[in-house]
């Protein structure tokens, strides 16, 4: 057997020095992916806690438009006799287009009925006074125009002028759209991580979204350039997600209640076959 010369020890230290440092890089890129998808992670988390508190900032103003809109039945009570339960859940979600709002609200045009709507607000100035008061502060309402005017009882009594009104709640509803429409879009392209807020802000936003449909439907005549689209995706998923919790609620309440019932007859029906101390059982 021949004998190995220095330069054969030299191409085995390198052989071996060349999979010690494939291995090492192997390694190191792995670690280096896993950090990466580590601070990828980290950085939706907090995206979505930066976002939460950016939606802190539209409570008053969700509250306001909750305020004028539904307390008062005016868009879905008072108006043409619905609830807000006519806009489907589930599997059925709506598709927040004209066509559909004309069905759902058995109406034959969508400019008319906010019109109606308008009118129904402007003409409720108390409830606009109560409602900015609570929200804004009467500071801020003493800073809007007043005028003389007569109420439905026909007594003299002076108010918000009804432009005034118009003006600030389309203002405010607006507004407020266009920022969760902004907030929605990071969820919706993944840039960050709705699940970390869900459980937080799910029942709000699905109900404030529900209650603003009217005003995103009628604006979507042409289903391929809708308006609000990430309102409505994140709305969509949102609600699946509330709806299995429901219903896996539910069937869970169910169960239980089965056993309970199981439960009850089974102790009754021992009840019934023990014996009576209180009669002699001998006789």
């Known amino acids: 057997m021949d004998s190995f010369d220095l330069s054969d020890w030299v191409n085995i230290g390198l052989f071996i020095l060349t999979i010690v440092t494939i291995v090492i890089g192997i390694f190191s890129l792995k670690r280096s992916r896993d950090d990466n998808r580590k ?4 950085s939706k988390i907090e995206k979505a806690i930066v976002l939460a508190d950016h ?9 306001f438009l909750n305020s004028i809109y539904n307390d008062s039945s005016f868009l879905y009570g008072d108006l043409y006799g619905k609830t807000i ?20 609200f058995e109406i034959k045009n969508c400019d008319d009925f906010l019109s109606c709507v308008a009118d129904k607000v402007m003409n409720n100035r108390k409830k606009f006074q109560q409602a900015y008061i609570f929200f804004y502060g009467y500071e801020q309402y003493s800073r809007l125009r007043f ?24 203002n405010v509803k607006q507004t407020t759209l266009n920022r969760l429409e902004a907030m929605s879009m ?12 869900y459980q937080s802000l799910h029942q709000t936003f699905i109900r404030f979204v529900k209650l603003m449909y009217p005003f995103i439907a009628s604006l979507n005549t042409d289903n391929l350039h809708k308006y609000y689209t990430c309102i409505i995706s994140l709305y969509e998923k949102w ?13 869970q309440n169910m169960k239980r209640e089965l056993a309970l019932n199981a439960a009850n007859s089974e102790f009754s ?3 019934e076959s023990l014996i009576d101390p209180t009669k002699d059982s001998f006789k």
């Open 39 to 42: 601070m990828y992670r980290f």
């Open 239 to 251: 609600n699946k997600c509330y709806s299995q919790m429901k219903r896996e609620s539910g069937e």
């Open 186 to 197: 990071y969820f919706v392209k993944g840039i960050a991580d709705d699940s970390v807020i």
């Open 55 to 63: 939606y802190s900032t539209l409570v008053n103003d969700i509250g």
């Open 269 to 271: 029906q021992c009840e």
């Open 85 to 104: 339960d006519i806009i489907p859940d589930g599997e059925k979600l709506p598709k927040f287009t004209s066509d559909e709002m004309q069905r759902l």
């Open 147 to 170: 005028e003389d005017y007569i109420d439905e009882n026909g007594s003299s009594k002076r108010g918000v002028t009804k432009a005034q009104i118009h003006v600030f709640i389309e």
